[in-house]
Nanobody, 124 residues
Framework: QVQLVESGGGLVQAGGSLRLSCVAS????????MGWFQQTPGKEREFVTA????????DYADSVKGRFTISRDNAKNTVYLQMNSLKPEDTAVYYC?????????????????WGQGTQVTVSS
């Protein structure tokens, strides 16, 4: 049974930082690209960032470039999202997800496995 478990969300003031983690089990982790998505009430899940299976490539939404950093540790089956210079508009539930095809990392419907999400709230 595949599980993706996110942690690290919380309440932070604007300008602050958070580090999200996502631990995977039940899948060949190093064979999958991993992505982070955000979702706010009434909106579709939106792509934030992704990292290739071995970590050699990354992709970022324009809104987070220069502020967020994705990384992974395949020995620990874990992907991270370092979030710096947080803004109130970053407030959302953040989901990690696994996709097999790197070319499809921005396509939410191509992700095979999803975590349960972790809430990030940025106060102004």
């Amino acid at each position: 049974q595949v599980q993706l478990v996110e942690s690290g969300g919380g309440l932070v003031q604007a300008g602050g930082s958070l580090r999200l983690s996502c631990v995977a089990s039940g899948l060949p982790f190093s064979s999958y690209a991993m992505g982070w998505f955000q979702q706010t009430p009434g909106k579709e899940r939106e792509f934030v960032t992704a990292i290739s299976s071995l970590g050699g490539s990354t992709d970022y939404a324009d809104s987070v470039k220069g502020r967020f950093t994705i990384s992974r540790d395949n020995a620990k089956n874990t992907v991270y999202l370092q979030m710096n210079s947080l803004k109130p508009e970053d407030t959302a539930v953040y989901y990690c997800a696994a996709v097999y095809n790197w070319r499809r990392v921005r396509q939410v419907n191509d992700y095979r496995y999803w975590g349960q999400g972790t809430q990030v709230t940025v106060s102004s």
